[in-house]
């Protein structure tokens, strides 16, 4: 993602922070920032999304779907279509049907997608408050679980934004039914691990899926189970657990690389 487009997301999540006057991670509600903005946020049946926004000509509105189960995905949903009103994104029309043709966001292009996703993290989940709140130098997944107790954040929310804050090499793996689905690199993650690969037997989430109980605790492993192409006898350390939500149900994996002079006493 360019770095303008990124800033830009940035400052206009920390500019409406400040307009609903959020300094405390309890300020914080995306219904609230929705509301401060003019816009309406109605609750009911919604297929195939989380939430969708739309005008009618005078007013925005952002319906969100009640089958949602964590308070956190809402919010980050609710703040998501915020940032695509924000950023100035096409926004569908209740009045005409062509308008959702390219307004409705499994339509829209990826970049508009990522800046609203960038919008939402950063305005759910400000740095400065997250910084305050967790150690986010392991990347492991306690850290996302303090994010997701403190702040308007689901599970996977909470994990992508201390794979964006961590000092650490660290990249956040989603897989389903064995295979990768998707990946969030960290900024210091050089090595690539592709959606579609079959999960090496000896990766905590491949365990799962052959049917053993999920192991709950970081587990450090060779290098080789995640990063095939990987040069040396590095470790790295999984920390996994199930996504609880509906549509979801895969295994999220936190990878954590370790130095070489930090692996001796690596858990597991
Ligand atoms: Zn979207």
């Known amino acids: 993602m360019a770095r303008g487009s990124r800033k830009r997301a940035e400052l206009a999540a920390a500019s409406l922070l400040t307009r609903v006057g959020a300094t405390r991670p309890e300020h914080i509600d995306p219904i609230v920032s929705a509301k401060t903005l003019g816009i309406e946020v109605a609750f009911g049946q919604l297929a195939g999304a989380t939430a969708r926004i739309c005008h009618n000509g005078c007013k925005a509105r952002i319906r969100v779907s009640d089958q949602i189960v964590l308070p956190g995905r809402t ?3 609710i703040a998501h279509e915020i940032g695509h009103y924000l950023l100035g994104h096409t926004i569908a029309s209740e009045h005409d049907d062509r308008t ?3 307004a409705t966001c499994d339509r829209r292009p990826a970049q508009e997608e990522r800046e609203a996703d960038v919008f939402a993290s950063t305005h759910t989940m400000p740095e400065a408050m997250v910084r305050a709140h967790c150690d986010l130098d392991g990347a492991n997944l306690y850290a996302a679980r303090a994010i997701a107790r ?8 909470s994990a992508r934004r201390v794979i964006d804050l961590s000092p650490a090499t660290c990249a956040l793996v989603y897989s389903e039914t064995g295979r990768v689905r998707w990946i969030h690199y960290g900024r210091r993650f050089q090595a690539r691990i592709f959606p579609g690969t079959r999960l090496h037997v000896a990766t905590l989430a491949r365990a799962h ?7 709950h605790e970081p587990r450090a492993l060779p290098v080789a189970s995640w990063l095939p192409l990987a040069v040396g006898a590095g470790t790295i350390i999984e920390h996994a657990e199930v996504v609880p939500e509906p549509g979801w149900g895969g295994v999220l994996s936190m990878l954590s690389m370790l130095s070489p002079e930090t692996s001796a006493r690596a858990p597991g």
Do not use: I, K, N
């Open 75 to 77: 919010a980050f949903s």
């Open 150 to 157: 403190v702040f308007p954040a689901s599970p996977v929310a």
């Open 209 to 215: 899926f052959d049917g053993a109980a999920l192991e």
């Open 100 to 102: 959702w043709a390219h």
